[in-house]
């Protein structure tokens, strides 16, 4: 089997909910950030992409048809390229990442592009098809860009919570506060804020055609402990889940280039040397990716004595500390050193491909290393990748 490479990963700069990609169809947004990543290899012929593998959770709007083939097509990529679309919710990008490792390893492909889109402001309302022709009662408009619908009443209760509740329940279980919660936000704004301004992610951007974006757009630089506390809970009237200690709601896009040993002729980023995959009740979804990262770890044959940072996506801060306390060698100072989504957001099939690109330049920054990404998914499920350089 041959080793599989991230040569090189870009994003857009992430939207807000209703504000500067709001206009922008999630197709549009895909193949504009593919053009954009190839753009960055002229020697690369894209003809010799195998594959391109998109995540993307919602797919009930403008994504409805194979988002990935469509932004093949609206990059301009010759019609010989094919391109499929992965749905593991909030996990959709990573498992796009693992599946074209997978497909590298064992010789399927030599290059592929995987990553993720996600317009949750463009997300429809839809409604379900009457039972009968002529319905003599009115119908409800279901609004998709995140949560449940549509739940199966077989499901226990318990089961199908909405995610600011199970974060509520992870809060109560790990014993964690409001203040802590609050803390972890606002470290999120600061670090995130430093590092556009020290250009850290300078190198991982890329514009949206006809957009005036240059930043992520959630970043709060000026917020603070007071500004946070003053919010009311969210979930519950008692609670500690506030706007402010979850992730936002967002547009965007990443693209991660993921080939063989030599596959391009410039020199890789780093290496995926293990994946991890992981399920437990859905009520407690946040804490899933713990053991995926363990997984991940055992099967790259290193230990998190080994682990030089980590990239965990902040669904919810209670969930990321949660995640924290249970990797107890993990020295919580290597957790999202640059911030992490409650600042930068959460467009849930892009946060895959941001998060691995950002391991992935951060390891070529430093020279060498070892990375651990890892995304909790709702309904119970946790992805995780080690990268090395």
């Not at 506390?229 to 992730?247: C, I």
């Not at 290597?334 to 992935?360: D, W, Y």
Request: glycine share 10%; charged share 20%; with cysteine.
């Amino acid at each position: 089997m041959t080793a599989a490479y991230v040569y090189d990963a870009v994003r857009t700069p992430f939207g807000r909910f209703g504000k500067s990609l709001a206009g922008v169809r999630p197709d549009d947004l895909a193949g504009s950030t593919l053009k954009a990543l190839l753009g960055r290899h002229p020697d690369l012929d894209p003809a010799r992409i195998d594959d391109v593998i998109l995540g993307d959770a919602n797919q009930a709007g403008e994504d409805n048809r194979d988002v990935g083939r469509f932004a093949v097509l609206l990059a301009g990529l010759p019609v010989s390229v094919p391109g499929s679309t992965t749905n593991r919710l909030c996990g959709s990008g990573v498992d796009a990442a693992i599946q074209a490792s997978r497909a590298i390893e064992t010789g399927d492909a030599s290059i592929i592009v995987a990553g993720g889109v996600e317009s949750m402001t463009r997300a429809p309302y839809v409604m379900l098809k009457p039972d009968a022709a002529f319905p003599p009662r009115n119908s409800e408009l279901v609004s998709t860009h995140i949560g449940w619908r549509f739940t199966n009443p077989k499901l226990p209760a318990e089961q199908t919570i909405s995610n600011g509740q199970s974060a509520e329940l992870l809060a109560q279980m790990y014993s964690i506060s409001r203040e802590e919660q609050d803390a972890f936000a606002l470290r999120s704004h600061q670090l995130a804020a430093a590092a556009w301004a020290a250009g850290t992610f300078a190198n991982e951007i890329v514009p949206v055609p006809g957009v005036d974006l240059a930043i992520d757009e959630g970043i709060r630089a000026d917020t603070t402990l007071e500004a946070l506390a003053g919010l009311k809970p969210a979930f519950a009237a008692d609670g500690s889940v506030t706007a402010g200690n979850s992730s936002p709601i967002n547009d965007g896009s990443s693209m991660v280039l993921i080939g063989a040993e030599g596959a391009l002729s410039s020199e890789p980023l780093a290496r995926i040397t293990g994946r991890g995959v992981y399920a437990n009740e859905p009520q407690y979804f946040g804490i899933a990716p713990v053991e995926a990262a363990n997984r991940a770890l055992a099967r790259a044959g290193r230990t998190w004595a080994d682990v030089d940072f980590v990239e965990l996506n902040e669904a919810f801060a209670s969930q990321s500390l949660a995640c924290a306390k249970l990797w107890p060698e993990l020295d919580p100072a290597k957790l999202n050193e640059n911030g992490g989504a409650l600042a930068i957001g959460h467009p849930l099939g892009a946060s895959g491909g941001r998060i691995i690109g950002r391991a992935a330049h951060e390891l070529a920054r430093r020279g060498s290393g070892v990375a651990v990404i890892a995304i909790c998914i709702g309904v119970g499920q946790g992805l995780a990748m080690v990268l090395e350089r």
